[in-house]
């Protein structure tokens, strides 16, 4: 097991590093970078007033464009003076001891924007994680025991009407229905906390927060209900048909016992190993339309808003974090699968 984790260790590293490489490479060649967009502004600046003030002291005339060496300082502020080759070992070098490096549009650091944003993902993701599997599991189960039933018909076609509705859709009605729109005003239209939070008592501030969550998490989990449900319901039937069921049910177990010691802890093989995975995806995946929606300012919002600020830094921190997040997670999934299944071991998934 400890060289199975060693070895995996190890993989991550030239893992992370052609991730970094190939999207460091693409990045070069990604039209309108900083250093275009603030020359596009000091133009348009330029055109309007005549002349702008160009790093505090400077004079720049629209109508003639930028000089050479406005253009190379420019590049330096960004560090774009330097060949991709350097940058890329400096960013390397940099992400060892996992300095980010700084936003080129925030004036604060990578690492650090992560950290301001991470409140809000983890409210959305560790919230819809733990609704979707709290209600996916035993409807699953249920589904699988009444399987032809009337029960099962009708939750299967709400939890796939649920399915098709996109998330963002779904806001947009919450909203109008609920949220101070064209009916009623029972929820509040944006962030997690009301104005007044610091003055609440405790009780007061959980219960305003959990309210705030209403909304947004109904979008998200609504959709997610439906995967997690119909693969419960599918792999406690394909044990339930098993020769071992069988078998147990012939020495004369009760109903009951068969289906929680023998068919349960099987189904369920498939579903637990992925907890890691879906734990650490709900934060990080999905969530930007709903942020958008509900004015939360997450992680998911902050990427988007750096690839299109073209925001290296943020674009590049932010892929190392979550990829480096995401190997570990796929790690775990390996050993939760062993820790479940004991009949399964490394050398297996090793090849």
């Known amino acids: 097991m400890i060289a199975y984790i060693v070895k995996r260790l190890l993989l991550m590293i030239p893992t992370l590093f052609g991730i970094l490489l190939v999207t460091f490479a693409i ?17 348009t600046e330029g055109e309007s007033r005549g002349e702008v003030s160009v790093a505090s002291s400077s004079v720049y005339r ?21 060949p991709p ?55 699953g189960i249920a589904k699988a025991v009444r399987h032809g039933s009337r029960f099962d018909l009708i939750t299967s076609a709400l939890i796939l009407v649920g399915y098709a509705i996109p998330g963002f859709v779904l806001g947009v009605a919450l909203l109008v229905l609920f949220g101070g729109g064209s009916f009623f005003q029972w929820f509040p239209l944006r962030g997690l906390t009301s104005d007044n939070w610091e003055s609440l008592s405790l009780g007061a501030k959980v219960v305003d927060y959990l309210w705030h969550l209403v909304l947004p998490l109904t979008c998200m989990v609504l959709g997610s209900f439906a995967v997690t449900t119909l ?29 929680v010691k023998h068919v349960l802890r099987n189904a369920l093989i498939p579903i ?28 998911g919002l902050l990427s988007f808003d750096s690839v299109v600020k ?37 050398g297996d998934l090793a090849r």
């Open 85 to 139: 080759t350097e940058r890329f070992w400096l960013m390397i070098k940099g992400y060892l001891s996992f300095d980010l490096g700084k936003s080129f549009f925030h004036n604060k650091g990578v690492w650090e924007l992560i950290k301001e944003k991470l409140p809000v993902s983890i409210s959305l993701g560790l919230w819809t994680f733990l609704l979707t599997y709290a209600v996916s599991l035993p409807l």
């Open 310 to 346: 073209r925001d290296y830094p943020v674009v590049m921190g932010t892929l190392y974090v979550f990829s480096l997040i995401g190997l570990v997670a796929k790690l775990l999934n390996d050993i939760m699968y062993v820790w479940v299944d004991p009949r399964v071991q490394f």
């Open 27 to 43: 990045v070069q060649f990604v039209p309108g970078g900083p250093v275009e967009q603030l020359v596009q502004q000091l133009k």
């Open 272 to 299: 637990v190993t992925g907890f890691p995975a879906a734990f650490i995806g709900a934060f990080f995946t999905g969530a930007l339309l709903i942020e958008t929606l509900f004015s939360l300012d997450g992680l």
């Open 231 to 259: 693969l419960t319901k599918n792999t406690m039937l394909e044990e339930i048909r098993k020769q071992y069921v069988m078998v147990a049910r012939a020495k004369g177990l009760s109903e009951r016992t068969v289906l």
């Open 62 to 82: 629209g109508h003639k464009g930028i000089d050479e060496a406005r253009l190379k300082e420019l590049k330096a502020m960004y560090g774009f003076d330097k």
